[in-house]
């Protein structure tokens, strides 16, 4: 089928290209916006968790929301009490705001709204339940935009702003990083062939767009796949255009500008492209077995792009080589003696195997020794630009006001007609007993069956005291429907989702990744073993993320705020991706020593002939991917930067260590044993037929005859 759709456009390449620029007008007008169509808030706490019904039953019940999710930090330097009527009056503004439904101000049944020093005091708002909070949040904050004296924040706003500043990062990225690929894809492509990765890059985002506008109509996306889709789009687009060209050249020097350089480069290197594509899809797909919305929205995304960027460069690239064919011969003294290089360097690491790859390990593991001691946080204030209205308030809080060493955790009760009227007053009373309780309110009834009680515990919702009293509370032995909210209880749930989702998820990424590896190689030897190295890989990323973010290093020029930990969706993300793409380059590699062997070269002499005829173009291919993931690395919002950090790490890790040292040790260690398997196995990957050739069909040879 391949070849049969490779014919066809190579023989018509203008029409080739018009087809795909009538595709990319119509991805540009249907998915074009599909960015401000995405979900800019929440997705990190499992739907159907205890924290997140009971948010729902409180807003059934009242018909806002729980707790006030707009926080005005108002000046008041003669005092709250001399400031009186400036915060009436700035209450009574926000009160006017539709969608707000509870405006509470400082009186002398909330002292915890004004400062400690009282030069400042809080007004806090509460929003209906089923209002459009982008709305609401961006008009409160044009509202008060004039007000020198009024800073907006709270989650309401935070979130708004937040999901805001993903655009502002996604230019600036773009600015960054689009330059340099550009000076690298001249430099690395070479004359003319450096504007078909542009083609093939433009393609991949907006065909991917296109996609995600059509799932996000029956799932609801997190606008943060975004950044994953620009940065792993414009990386896989490049990659496997730049595998295509290098393997078309080679082409062009033993055959020239005949049909047959084509047919050979799609029957080997677009083979091996289909499999490459099929590692990062299978690897990344693996996040939506997490029930987060926001690892879902990842992997969806992930997988997506992965397979929309090999589409669009098996049809791109094929129509550039029948249109300019031996235009794109590239005659360089330079990079023959490159290749010498690369061809020398497998062989002697195959004279010393155990010793390099002994080596090589070790370092790698001392790498990913940081990643063991790695703890958790959620998502706080520390991730808002710290130029952001909401960020302000949040630190203000945090500084100046009593409450700060506290988190507040909300429990929502709903009564059967058979429990006794006095069990919720019970039930508080046993609450308030809890070690680590430092303050409970009345329970208060919302509707005929729902109670609400407001509890404050010690210490912040990452730490081992608050998130021991919600489990503490959830403990309780009581007939009553009890659910826990906040943040304690957010982070409770999302880490016991993780933790129970898990091992299938690993279960299906290594299960996945070995039979994609076994339909290419045939061998049960070589998956296991691409399996061991993408562990070294992941962990030598995860440990260098760990050791940054968690530790609080490079802080000036990462312009980040550390809070102790690591978020852990995160590292689910990132190990993800490096994992994907570790196998990615894998394939690469792997693609050209099987090609070599089954030609018949020996055994060290395919690896040598493999690393080869690859060797600067992996390396070429991870700077590339680098500058276009690790543009991530720029944002303002630092759990995207861990993303962009510990993946740019991780790629180059891939292809300067594993692929230049670790591969060639271990497969001249193993030699033959590298492409055991069992019998019955070697005789069904025969007849699966998925062996990748070298050879030229007759057929196959005149494409272009009519």
Do not use: C
């Given at each position: 089928?391949?070849?049969?759709?490779?014919?066809?456009?190579?023989?018509?390449?203008?029409?080739?290209?018009?087809?795909?620029?009538?595709?990319?007008?119509?991805?540009?007008?249907?998915?074009?916006?599909?960015?401000?169509?995405?979900?800019?808030?929440?997705?990190?706490?499992?739907?159907?968790?205890?924290?997140?019904?009971?948010?729902?039953?409180?807003?059934?019940?009242?018909?806002?929301?729980?707790?006030?999710?707009?926080?005005?930090?108002?000046?008041?330097?003669?005092?709250?009490?001399?400031?009186?009527?400036?915060?009436?009056?700035?209450?009574?503004?926000?009160?006017?705001?539709?969608?707000?439904?509870?405006?509470?101000?400082?009186?002398?049944?909330?002292?915890?709204?004004?400062?400690?020093?009282?030069?400042?005091?809080?007004?806090?708002?509460?929003?209906?339940?089923?209002?459009?909070?982008?709305?609401?949040?961006?008009?409160?904050?044009?509202?008060?935009?004039?007000?020198?004296?009024?800073?907006?924040?709270?989650?309401?706003?935070?979130?708004?702003?937040?999901?805001?500043?993903?655009?502002?990062?996604?230019?600036?990225?773009?600015?960054?990083?689009?330059?340099?690929?550009?000076?690298?894809?001249?430099?690395?492509?070479?004359?003319?062939?450096?504007?078909?990765?542009?083609?093939?890059?433009?393609?991949?985002?907006?065909?991917?767009?296109?996609?995600?506008?059509?799932?996000?109509?029956?799932?609801?996306?997190?606008?943060?796949?975004?950044?994953?889709?620009?940065?792993?789009?414009?990386?896989?687009?490049?990659?496997?255009?730049?595998?295509?060209?290098?393997?078309?050249?080679?082409?062009?020097?033993?055959?020239?500008?005949?049909?047959?350089?084509?047919?050979?480069?799609?029957?080997?290197?677009?083979?091996?492209?289909?499999?490459?594509?099929?590692?990062?899809?299978?690897?990344?797909?693996?996040?939506?077995?997490?029930p987060l919305e926001f690892l879902?929205?990842?992997?969806?995304?992930?997988?997506?792009?992965?397979?929309?960027?090999?589409?669009?460069?098996?049809?791109?690239?094929?129509?550039?080589?029948?249109?300019?064919?031996?235009?794109?011969?590239?005659?360089?003294?330079?990079?023959?003696?490159?290749?010498?290089?690369?061809?020398?360097?497998?062989?002697?690491?195959?004279?010393?195997?155990?010793?390099?790859?002994?080596?090589?390990?070790?370092?790698?593991?001392?790498?990913?020794?940081?990643?063991?001691?790695?703890?958790?946080?959620?998502?706080?204030?520390?991730?808002?630009?710290?130029?952001?209205?909401?960020?302000?308030?949040?630190?203000?809080?945090?500084?100046?006001?009593?409450?700060?060493?506290?988190?507040?955790?909300?429990?929502?009760?709903?009564?059967?007609?058979?429990?006794?009227?006095?069990?919720?007053?019970?039930?508080?009373?046993?609450?308030?007993?809890?070690?680590?309780?430092?303050?409970?309110?009345?329970?208060?009834?919302?509707?005929?069956?729902?109670?609400?009680?407001?509890?404050?515990?010690?210490?912040?919702?990452?730490?081992?005291?608050?998130?021991?009293?919600?489990?503490?509370?959830?403990?309780?032995?009581?007939?009553?429907?009890?659910?826990?909210?906040?943040?304690?209880?957010?982070?409770?749930?999302?880490?016991?989702?993780?933790?129970?989702?898990?091992?299938?998820?690993?279960?299906?990424?290594?299960?996945?990744?070995?039979?994609?590896?076994?339909?290419?190689?045939?061998?049960?030897?070589?998956?296991?073993?691409?399996?061991?190295?993408?562990?070294?890989?992941?962990?030598?990323?995860?440990?260098?993320?760990?050791?940054?973010?968690?530790d609080g290093r490079l802080t000036?020029?990462?312009?980040?705020?550390?809070?102790?930990?690591?978020?852990?969706?995160?590292?689910?993300?990132?190990?993800?991706?490096?994992?994907?793409?570790?196998?990615?380059?894998?394939?690469?590699?792997?693609?050209?020593?099987?090609?070599?062997?089954?030609?018949?070269?020996?055994?060290?002499?395919?690896?040598?002939a493999g690393l080869q005829s690859?060797?600067?173009?992996?390396?070429?291919?991870?700077?590339?991917?680098?500058?276009?993931?690790?543009?991530?690395?720029?944002?303002?919002?630092?759990?995207?930067?861990?993303?962009?950090?510990?993946?740019?790490?991780?790629?180059?890790?891939?292809?300067?260590?594993?692929?230049?040292?670790?591969?060639?040790?271990?497969?001249?260690?193993?030699?033959?044993?590298?492409?055991?398997?069992?019998?019955?196995?070697?005789?069904?990957?025969?007849?699966?037929?998925?062996?990748?050739?070298?050879?030229?069909?007759?057929?196959?040879?005149?494409?272009?005859?009519?």
């Open positions: 089928m391949l070849i049969s759709v490779v014919r066809i456009i190579a023989t018509y390449p203008r029409r080739a290209f018009v087809a795909v620029l009538l595709f990319v007008v119509a991805a540009a007008a249907l998915g074009g916006s599909v960015a401000g169509a995405l979900e800019p808030e929440g997705g990190f706490i499992p739907r159907g968790a205890d924290s997140t019904v009971a948010i729902e039953r409180i807003e059934d019940a009242t018909g806002r929301a729980p707790s006030a999710g707009i926080i005005l930090l108002v000046e008041t330097p003669g005092g709250a009490d001399a400031a009186s009527d400036r915060l009436e009056q700035v209450a009574a503004d926000l009160a006017d705001e539709a969608g707000v439904v509870d405006v509470s101000f400082p009186s002398n049944d909330s002292p915890d709204l004004v400062a400690e020093d009282g030069t400042s005091a809080l007004v806090t708002g509460t929003v209906e339940a089923d209002v459009d909070r982008d709305a609401v949040a961006e008009a409160i904050v044009h509202r008060f935009e004039a007000a020198d004296d009024v800073t907006v924040g709270g989650q309401l706003i935070s979130n708004f702003q937040i999901g805001d500043t993903v655009g502002e990062d996604l230019a600036r990225a773009e600015t960054l990083a689009l330059p340099i690929l550009v000076v690298l894809s001249l430099l690395f492509f070479g004359g003319r062939a450096a504007l078909m990765p542009l083609v093939v890059g433009v393609t991949t985002v907006l065909g991917t767009f296109l996609a995600l506008a059509g799932v996000n109509q029956v799932y609801g996306l997190s606008i943060f796949a975004i950044n994953l889709v620009i940065g792993l789009g414009l990386g896989l687009a490049i990659d496997y255009t730049l595998f295509l060209v290098t393997r078309y050249r080679e082409e062009l020097e033993r055959q020239g500008p005949v049909p047959g350089a084509i047919a050979v480069t799609m029957r080997t290197a677009g083979r091996t492209v289909v499999f490459s594509a099929a590692t990062v899809a299978v690897a990344l797909i693996t996040l939506t077995v997490f879902k929205s990842m992997g969806i995304a992930g997988a997506i792009v992965a397979i929309v960027a090999a589409a669009a460069s098996l049809v791109i690239a094929p129509a550039f080589f029948g249109l300019w064919g031996a235009k794109l011969t590239r005659r360089s003294a330079a990079r023959s003696t490159e290749t010498r290089r690369w061809y020398r360097l497998s062989h002697a690491v195959m004279r010393r195997p155990g010793a390099v790859a002994a080596i090589t390990a070790v370092v790698m593991m001392a790498l990913a020794l940081p990643a063991l001691r790695a703890s958790w946080s959620p998502i706080d204030s520390s991730v808002i630009p710290v130029d952001k209205s909401s960020r302000t308030v949040a630190d203000t809080i945090q500084s100046d006001f009593t409450s700060s060493g506290n988190t507040p955790v909300t429990i929502a009760i709903q009564m059967d007609s058979g429990d006794p009227a006095d069990a919720v007053q019970a039930y508080a009373d046993e609450v308030s007993r809890i070690e680590g309780v430092t303050g409970i309110a009345p329970p208060a009834e919302l509707d005929g069956r729902t109670w609400q009680i407001d509890v404050t515990a010690d210490g912040a919702p990452a730490g081992d005291g608050a998130q021991r009293l919600v489990s503490e509370i959830r403990d309780i032995d009581t007939t009553l429907d009890v659910k826990v909210t906040g943040a304690a209880a957010g982070f409770v749930d999302q880490q016991d989702a993780i933790a129970s989702s898990l091992p299938a998820a690993l279960l299906l990424l290594v299960g996945l990744t070995l039979l994609v590896l076994w339909l290419m190689t045939g061998s049960v030897v070589l998956p296991v073993k691409a399996v061991f190295m993408n562990v070294l890989t992941v962990g030598s990323a995860l440990g260098i993320l760990t050791f940054i973010y968690q000036g020029l990462l312009d980040y705020t550390p809070n102790g930990g690591i978020e852990p969706t995160d590292f689910l993300v990132a190990a993800a991706l490096v994992f994907a793409l570790s196998t990615d380059y894998g394939v690469f590699l792997l693609g050209r020593i099987k090609e070599a062997r089954d030609a018949g070269a020996g055994e060290r002499e395919s690896v040598a690859t060797g600067s173009v992996v390396t070429a291919a991870a700077i590339l991917m680098a500058v276009a993931i690790g543009a991530f690395s720029t944002s303002s919002i630092s759990f995207i930067q861990q993303i962009g950090v510990a993946t740019a790490a991780g790629v180059l890790i891939d292809a300067f260590v594993v692929r230049s040292l670790l591969v060639p040790a271990l497969m001249g260690l193993l030699g033959k044993w590298n492409w055991w398997a069992p019998m019955s196995l070697r005789r069904l990957h025969d007849r699966v037929g998925l062996q990748e050739g070298g050879v030229a069909e007759p057929d196959l040879v005149d494409v272009r005859t009519p």
